[in-house]
């Protein structure tokens, strides 16, 4: 650490590989295109004008998912919809991450019944929660900023 | 609330060419329900689009009576475009004898209103072209509408019984 | 020595259950594809569930001939939420929350349904000022639902900036519902006999900046898109549906309209005094998509001019029926009367109760005639809620409307009946 100090303004930062790797994960996220129910349609305010999802470095959603990292589960998952959905998160390439937009992903939400899975951690492994019936655009970027800091805080071996 | 006036439809007319294919007419709340028989229905909905000009099947479905008997009733929306004029038709079915004629011959509209009766209630559509579960999987066991399911699956959960809810909870693995 | 090169040998049939997983046995697949689909000559097509251009979660089996759709099996039920049952379980006020979650781009013309209908089987009569607010209301979400249709629409077919453009009008649509009822898409806002409240201090004021921004951009998506000769060639005559072929498969809404049957429920068997206000409704002519989209565009501008009409003549009064039967008591009621405390638990918990018959009320809807059929057992909760909702019967019409097109066209077409999956499943 001493090096900085020696070099003074050179322009030179130090710091782990773990660190700057998980700098670089975080700020390049790219969104699967994936909308399953109402939070889908939150989920389009927060990517189109007034909210504006770029500004975080999401703005590229793929619609195939060998090329996203992060799967934003937004809305009510089907007992019908589950498997289509395990076989989409297998599908997307390591490192992966889970979002659980509103309360019907994350528990079930008011539908407590025969068709609804009650919470998507039944399914695939979630990162974040994200509160709401749906989740105003602005608790979507919170949740998205939360997982941002669990990325860069991500230790280098558990990704081999 | 305005009611939608029914007094346009002739029933003296409607029950004069039908005959006993008419069980009973009931008008409550500003709307028609002609309750007629199984073995009729297809009459009744033939004349309704033919001679009476209800070019519209607006919705079908099914109530589950439980535990009345019979228990089950088969309700169809009629609606006439033409006319300004909706009528209901229903047909009661008893417990041991889910099955009734097909209407997607004279409604097209009937097809998939039919498949999701059959895949929620269990009542069998005689003619139809498709009947096969259209809302849930086609492994899932049992019909959910009926009155035996129960509405709600989990455990509410509150602070006494939480732990207990978490720990029976089938969490996903890598 | 190289291994002996075995001949191909061509199986009986090219489909097995395990390559196709439409949760189909070989025996239904026979009767819905034709039979060169069995030799390989045609190609089976999945499309969907999870495809950016099937508005959601549907799922299509396309058996196509080169470029050309023969058939298209529609599967359904991937957003299958079970509300119909769920509502068994809850009173009649606590359902309202729930008929948001069908059709969610629309979801005060649900809360109308629903209430409408409650309100019928009570046969209650609203305060005028309450309908008019509801009317209001409702001309808001019908333009919300157009507008998140024409910004995925287009989105669609290849124009992306009609897409920003339509979601900055809508933030400004939702600025409302949010002001009135605290959220921006789930408002349940309407109650049974009325309204939750009164509508708060500068609700006109966004409204009237609603009416005065519109018309001009209006005028920018038909810049965009009306004469566009790539829109047009994309549209015009693409995915036609007669007037007879409408009506049979029970379609309803702009869908129908646009195949020149003029059929709208505020028309034909007004609701909420919709008849007080002068309107028209456009009708098209071919039933392509191109007069879909157009009657959807026209609807914005007689939407506009509803809402002036009832914001001109807004009376004054009660937004709740005076029935205690239904209506909570007052807040400051509440405060000093014991009754009023005991009375108002009592209806949170216990709810009203409705007495036993059957009732059937439509709105117009964005969509369609959305249709809400309650069967009441004389208790607080209902026997049967069912809803008609007219994407149901739109998509029904979907292998009709897109037998012989381009594959290309496919989206065009769904975009144009305008589905939303949440109402379609349930």
Known sequence: ?160 | ?174 | MAAQPTLYEAPESVLTESNVQLDITIEQLKKLVSPRAFTGETMLLNMGPQHPSTHGVLRLLLELDGETIISCIPDIGFLHTGIEKTHEGKTYSKGIPLTDRTDYLAPLSNNMAYVGCVEKLLDLEIPLRAQYIRVILLELTRMNSHLVWLATHALDIGAMSVFLYCMREREMILDVFELVAGARMMTSYFRVGGLWRDIPAGFAELVQKVLDIFPQRLMEYEKLLKDNPMWKERTVGIGVISKEDAIAYGMTGPSLRGSGVNYDVRKAYPYNSYDHFEFSVPVGSNGDVYDRYRCRMEEFHQSLKIIEQAMKRLPAGPVMVDNRKVAPPPKHEIAYSMESLIHHFKLWTEGFSVPEGEAYFAVESGKGEFGCYISANGGPKPRRVHFRAPSFYNLQALPKISRGCLIADMVAIIGSIDIVLGEVDR
């Open chain 2, 1 to 174: 609330m305005p009611v939608v006036d029914s007094s346009a439809l002739d029933l003296t007319r409607i029950t004069g060419n039908l005959g006993d294919a008419i069980a009973q007419v009931v008008t409550a709340h500003g709307e028609t329900t002609l309750i007629t028989t199984r073995e009729r229905v297809i009459d009744v909905l033939a004349y309704l689009r033919d001679g009476e000009q209800f070019e519209m099947l607006t919705d079908e479905t099914c109530v589950d009576y439980y535990p009345k008997e019979p228990r089950f009733a088969i309700v169809y929306q009629l609606n006439s475009l033409s006319r300004r004029l909706r009528v209901r038709v229903k047909v009661f079915l008893t417990e041991y004898d889910k099955s009734i004629p097909t209407a997607t011959d004279i409604y097209p509209s009937a097809n998939w209103a039919e498949r999701e009766i059959y895949d929620l209630f269990g009542v069998i559509f005689e003619g139809h072209p498709d009947l096969r579960r259209i809302v849930l999987p086609a492994g899932y066991e049992g019909h959910p509408l009926l009155k035996e399911v129960p509405v709600t699956v989990e455990e509410v959960a509150f602070s006494f019984n939480r732990r207990r809810i978490d720990a029976d909870k089938p969490y996903a693995r890598e």
């Open chain 1, 1 to 160: 650490m001493g090096l900085e100090q020696k070099l003074g303004d050179m322009g030179v930062v130090t710091t782990s590989l773990e660190k700057a790797i998980g700098w670089a994960r975080s700020n390049a996220i790219w969104p699967m295109l994936f909308g399953l129910a109402c939070c889908a349609i939150e989920m389009m305010s927060t990517q189109a004008s007034r909210y504006d999802l770029s500004r975080f470095g999401m703005e590229l959603m793929r619609a195939s998912p060998r090329q996203s990292d992060l799967m934003i589960v937004a809305g009510r998952v089907s007992r019908k919809m589950a498997p289509v959905l395990r076989t989409l998160y297998d599908q997307m390439p390591e490192p992966k991450w889970v979002i659980a937009m509103g309360d019907c992903a994350s528990c079930g939400g008011v539908f407590n019944n025969y068709a609804i899975v009650q919470g998507v951690d039944e399914i695939v492994p979630v990162d974040v929660y994200v509160a709401g019936c749906p989740p105003r655009p602005e608790t979507l970027i919170e949740g998205i900023l939360k997982l941002q800091d669990k990325i860069k805080q991500e230790p280098l071996k558990k990704w081999q």
